[in-house]
């Protein structure tokens, strides 16, 4: 069985900072997919960025990107110039591939201060 | 753009009532999700199907039971509802072959009395 960890209940930072949330996981596949959604208060759960396992690059997004690790098997997300509208909970998420079902952490709040 | 939608965002029920929560979503994605989010705890999986009619229990599926007759629609059933299934309920799809990616209605927060 997959397992995510999150070690960052709460975090704070200064608008226009850059701030980095943690992700490990533990897993026995080889081929997957790792996720970073994002949760905003009273609102939707969408969808930040999403790693392949297979690809060595790390995914960016605009101002979001990911350190993927695989042998430390860690993916933590970089949120750079941050902006008020980035006040969120952020859950890490992973999923092997050819099975649909995603396996979260227990999210980060992130708050971004004026 | 993906639409997924949950038929209440907020809901308040007795203890013992059968509740159901209703999920649609526009994309004929052909696998739905229903998970519970609580504090400190991330989301669990519920339940899942991956076709009209088929469904696969996720970690926590008891108190609860499924019903997908339609392709675009993923009902949560709670039997008898019970004060620990007090949570926020969300459902989400995917399309096979998509990566894996899931799409989130806006949830459902259900108060069990």
């Known amino acids: 069985a997959q397992t995510v960890t999150q070690s960052q209940p709460e975090m704070s930072v200064q608008e226009a900072e850059t701030v980095t949330l943690s992700c490990t996981y533990d897993t026995s596949e080889n081929n997957y997919y790792l996720f970073w959604y994002k949760q905003p208060p009273s609102r939707q759960m969408i969808l930040v960025i999403r790693?392949?396992?297979?690809?060595?690059q790390n995914a960016t997004e605009n101002r979001f990107s990911v350190n993927f690790q695989k042998a430390a098997k860690s993916f933590s997300l970089k949120i750079s110039d941050s902006q008020l509208g980035d006040t969120a909970m952020y859950f890490c998420?992973?999923?092997?591939?050819?099975?649909?079902?995603?396996?979260f952490g227990t999210g980060t709040r992130l708050t971004i201060i004026p | 753009d993906v639409k997924v939608t949950q038929s209440s965002r907020y809901l308040v029920k007795r203890t013992g009532e059968k509740v159901f929560l209703e999920c649609v979503q526009d994309m004929d994605h052909e696998n739905m999700f229903w998970y519970r989010q609580d504090p400190g705890l991330g989301l669990r999986l519920i339940y899942f199907s991956y076709d009209v009619k088929m469904k696969e229990k996720g970690d926590i599926p008891e108190g609860y039971s499924v019903s997908r007759e339609k392709k675009e629609r993923f009902s949560l059933i709670l039997e008898s509802a019970s004060t620990n299934q007090t949570s926020m309920y969300l459902c989400a799809s995917s399309w096979t072959l998509n990566l894996n990616t899931q799409y989130f209605g806006p949830g459902t927060r259900l108060t069990v009395l």
């Open positions: 998420a992973f999923s092997a591939f050819g099975n649909e079902k995603l396996t």
């Open positions: 790693q392949e396992a297979y690809k060595q």
